[in-house]
Structure formats: structure tokens, C-alpha cells
């Protein structure tokens, strides 16, 4: 498994742009990977990380357009009463107390970040056929590798397999959280949120009467739900590990706020409308 160290000798003269550390990702799994496919799943390979890179690049200027946009000025705080300053206390509370950090609050937008990573997720679980060939034990991937049977190392290898897209998944979501400057594991936090509410809802249909495949399966589907929030944990464990030092166009490692937006969002709460920008 030489191929997974080789991209990393990238060290000896680094560049932390964070495209280049995301084709360094891609290349260091793409060895191994192709080697322990069947047929298609190399294709997928390439198209899912394509997929991974378009949706970070997406989501940052989706986020740069919005923050962009001047909040609209209240002509006067005496004739018209401004029904959004305890909202705008609250928002200049919340920027003050992230300030010596440099973080920006989660907003509402940063859920629909969690849903498309659920979507990634479930998408690296089950488009290769990874789950299907290791419950029904079949082992042509890694026949080319291990002839001979042995079933704890040819576990591990199938293990190795299934496990490349999340790495690659994991790198993509720890480089967008540091793009968009929430705190750090603030967007897996979110997912971990979502994935809480997707087991209460498997939990609800648990049934304790029926047949015992009814009784089995509702409790697997419940214990795999449950067991999502561990599995993002260590999502954001290994993002940590192989996104740190990452930079982007800027040449910093998380974006500042602007003293500009920040200004604006005073001038509203104060109720002025001749807020420079």
C-alpha cells in the first residue's frame, strides 16, 4: 500500500492551497481504490469526488453572494417601529462574542449543508456496492490480492475500500467549515443534529410485535441511525488530521468578517439609514 504514502511526500515542499490538497487526497486513494474494484466503481470514484469538490466551491459562493448583500436600512426608528431589532441585538451579541475568534454564527443556510452531506453520506454507503459484497461475502475484489483465504485480511482490505469515500467526504466538509468560518466542527455538529432527529424517528417505529424479521429489521434501522452520530465523530477526526494548515485564495486559513457588514448591522439596530458600506 505504498500508493497512500507516495502523494503525502508532498511534504518535503508543501503547498496548503486547498485545491492541491484535495487533488493530494484524491490521488493518495485512487491506487487502492482501483485496485480493489470490480468493474464501474472507479468510475464512481472519480465522479463522486468531482461531485464532493463542485458542492464546496458551490456552497462558498453561494455564502460569499449572500453575505454580500447590504441589510436594508429602516427610514426612522420613531414613525416605524423596527421589528427585527431584537433579532439584530441578538446578532451583534452573538458576532461580539465570537469576535477575538474570528467565527461567524450558524444561520439557517448551514442546515441545507448538512442535508446534501447526508445525501454524500448515504451515496458513499451504497452506490459502489460495498455494503451488498461484504454481507453477502463475496470476495472478488481482493481475490487478485490475497488468493489464498484468509478472512481477516481480506476483511480488512474490503474494510480499506468502503472507508476511502468517507475519508475523501470528511476532507471536503472539514475545508468547507474552515471556508466559511464557523467554529471548528461546527457543520459536522449540525449533521450529528440531523442525524438525531433521524433516529427518533426510527426509534418511533420500533415494533415489538410481529414477526421476528419485522422486530429485526426495525431495530437494526434504529441502531444504525444511532450509530451515525459516532460515525461523524470520527468523520471529523480524520477532516482534522488530513485538512489541518489547509489555505485558501485569501492566503488565510478561515475568512475574517467584515468590519463594513458588521457596521451596516449596527447602523440598522441603531435605526440610521445613512450606513456607508
Same mark, same amino acid.
Given at each position: 500500500?505504498?500508493?497512500?504514502?507516495?502523494?503525502?511526500?508532498?511534504?518535503?515542499?508543501?503547498?496548503?492551497?486547498?485545491?492541491?490538497?484535495?487533488?493530494?487526497?484524491?490521488?493518495?486513494?485512487?491506487?487502492?481504490?482501483?485496485?480493489?474494484?470490480?468493474?464501474?466503481?472507479?468510475?464512481?470514484?472519480?465522479?463522486?469526488?468531482?461531485?464532493?469538490?463542485?458542492?464546496?466551491?458551490?456552497?462558498?459562493?453561494?455564502?460569499?453572494?449572500?453575505?454580500?448583500?447590504?441589510?436594508?436600512?429602516?427610514?426612522?426608528?420613531?414613525?416605524?417601529?423596527?421589528?427585527?431589532?431584537?433579532?439584530?441585538?441578538?446578532?451583534?451579541?452573538? /458576532?461580539?462574542? &465570537? @469576535?477575538?475568534?474570528?467565527?461567524? %454564527?450558524?444561520?439557517? +443556510?448551514?442546515?441545507? *449543508?448538512?442535508?446534501?452531506? !447526508?445525501?454524500?453520506?448515504?451515496?458513499?454507503?451504497?452506490?459502489?456496492?460495498?455494503?451488498?459484497?461484504?454481507?453477502?461475502?463475496?470476495?472478488?475484489?481482493?481475490?487478485?490480492?490475497?488468493?489464498?483465504?484468509?478472512?481477516?485480511?481480506?476483511?480488512? /482490505?474490503?474494510? &480499506? @475500500?468502503?472507508?476511502?469515500?468517507? %475519508?475523501?467526504?470528511? +476532507?471536503?466538509?472539514? *475545508?468547507?467549515?474552515?471556508? !466559511?468560518?464557523?467554529?471548528?466542527?461546527?457543520?459536522?455538529?449540525?449533521?450529528?443534529?440531523?442525524?438525531?432527529?433521524?433516529?427518533?424517528?426510527?426509534?418511533?417505529?420500533?415494533?415489538?410485535?410481529?414477526?421476528?424479521?419485522?422486530?429485526?429489521?426495525?431495530?437494526?434501522?434504529?441502531?444504525?441511525?444511532?450509530?451515525?452520530?459516532?460515525?461523524? +465523530?470520527?468523520?471529523?477526526?480524520?477532516?482534522?488530521?488530513?485538512?489541518?494548515?489547509?489555505?485558501?485564495?485569501?492566503?488565510?486559513?478561515?475568512?475574517?468578517?467584515?468590519?463594513?457588514?458588521?457596521?451596516?448591522?449596527?447602523?440598522?439596530?441603531?435605526?440610521?439609514?445613512?450606513?456607508?458600506?
Amino acid at each position: 500500500m505504498a500508493s497512500l504514502a507516495v502523494p503525502f511526500l508532498h511534504g518535503l515542499r508543501p503547498n496548503s492551497h486547498y485545491i492541491h490538497r484535495l487533488a493530494v487526497i484524491f490521488l493518495a486513494f485512487a491506487p487502492s481504490f482501483i485496485i480493489l474494484t470490480i468493474s464501474y466503481e472507479g468510475l464512481f470514484y472519480f465522479t463522486f469526488c468531482l461531485c464532493l469538490f463542485s458542492w464546496v466551491r458551490l456552497e462558498h459562493h453561494v455564502y460569499s453572494y449572500t453575505a454580500s448583500q447590504p441589510p436594508k436600512a429602516v427610514s426612522s426608528p420613531t414613525e416605524t417601529p423596527n421589528p427585527l431589532k431584537p433579532a439584530l441585538a441578538l446578532a451583534v451579541n452573538r /458576532l461580539a462574542s &465570537l @469576535k477575538s475568534r474570528n467565527y461567524r %454564527a450558524l444561520s439557517l +443556510a448551514d442546515a441545507r *449543508i448538512s442535508l446534501f452531506f !447526508l445525501f454524500f453520506l448515504q451515496s458513499a454507503f451504497f452506490s459502489t456496492g460495498n455494503i451488498a459484497s461484504i454481507s453477502s461475502f463475496s470476495l472478488d475484489a481482493v481475490y487478485r490480492l490475497i488468493p489464498v483465504f484468509d478472512p481477516f485480511s481480506q476483511g480488512a /482490505l474490503l474494510i &480499506l @475500500k468502503l472507508m476511502v469515500p468517507f %475519508a475523501v467526504m470528511s +476532507a471536503n466538509l472539514g *475545508i468547507l467549515n474552515r471556508w !466559511l468560518g464557523v467554529a471548528p466542527g461546527a457543520l459536522f455538529m449540525v449533521v450529528m443534529a440531523v442525524g438525531d432527529v433521524m433516529t427518533l424517528n426510527f426509534f418511533y417505529m420500533v415494533k415489538d410485535e410481529g414477526s421476528w424479521l419485522d422486530i429485526g429489521t426495525t431495530i437494526s434501522h434504529f441502531v444504525i441511525a444511532s450509530l451515525l452520530g459516532v460515525f461523524v +465523530a470520527g468523520l471529523e477526526s480524520v477532516s482534522e488530521v488530513i485538512v489541518s494548515g489547509v489555505e485558501f485564495d485569501s492566503g488565510k486559513k478561515t475568512m475574517q468578517p467584515k468590519k463594513a457588514q458588521n457596521g451596516a448591522v449596527n447602523g440598522v439596530l441603531n435605526g440610521r439609514s445613512d450606513v456607508k458600506t
